[in-house]
């Protein structure tokens, strides 16, 4: 069983870099039609799909994020990861990574395992 666990720090000053590390166990991130993703929920509002990279490498990110927005992976821990530059009040929110084994997806729902999720906050 897939089970994900994110790591970073939970408070980030305005205009820096957000950079969390999602640790993956019980699977291999480069498994064939594998894909991981960030998603995120700012306090009082819904669930976000932020990006994905997939077993591959291959990324795709949400047109409203992509110009802040990177996803990269280290295969030899098993670990993706989430840059979001230039960060304001408004990133702050709950990360979540998660899991699909149906290829690469932007829709939240496809997504059927999840990290705990970590609370970020982002001051001014």
């Known amino acids: 069983q897939v089970q994900l666990q994110e790591s970073g720090p939970g408070l980030v000053k305005s205009s820096q870099t957000l950079s969390l590390t999602c640790t993956v166990s019980g699977g291999s991130i480069t498994t064939h039609y594998y894909a991981w993703s960030w998603i995120r929920q700012p306090p009082g509002k819904g669930l976000e799909w932020m990006g994905v990279i997939a077993y591959d490498g291959s990324t795709y990110y949400s047109p409203s994020l992509k110009s802040r927005t990177s996803i990269s992976r280290n295969t030899h821990n098993n670990q993706f990861s989430l840059q979001l530059r230039s960060v304001v009040p408004e990133d702050t929110a709950v990360y979540y990574c998660?899991?699909?084994?149906?290829?690469?997806?932007?829709?939240?729902?496809?997504?059927?395992?999840w990290g705990q999720g970590t609370q970020v906050t982002v001051s001014s």
């Open positions: 998660a899991f699909t084994s149906l290829g690469i997806a932007t829709s939240r729902d496809i997504y059927n395992i």
